[in-house]
């Protein structure tokens, strides 16, 4: 596991560390206690994983088009 905190993390960094997670999960080879702390770790990542993606759907929703459909620029997004 990465020594880096979860919340510093970008989407692909907790992505690749939860599906080693998962996988160290489901082998099924690691001590119940392991298992618990990558338990934890793999909701702590999921949680992360998932706020990056709304922050990035978010992004996306905030870009404004013209009439032809090109990207014009981006309107202001709350909390962004």
Do not use: H
Request: proline residues 4%; negative net charge.
């Amino acid at each position: 596991m990465s020594d880096t905190p979860v919340e510093q993390m970008t989407f692909e960094q907790a992505m690749k560390e939860l599906e080693t997670v998962v996988s160290k999960l489901e082998r099924g080879d690691v001590a119940l206690d392991e298992s618990i702390d990558l338990y934890t770790r793999g909701a702590d990542l999921k949680k992360r994983c998932e706020s990056e993606l709304k922050r990035a759907e978010e992004k996306v929703a905030a870009i404004t088009l013209d009439a032809s459909g090109q990207p014009t620029g981006t309107k202001p997004v709350e909390g962004l």
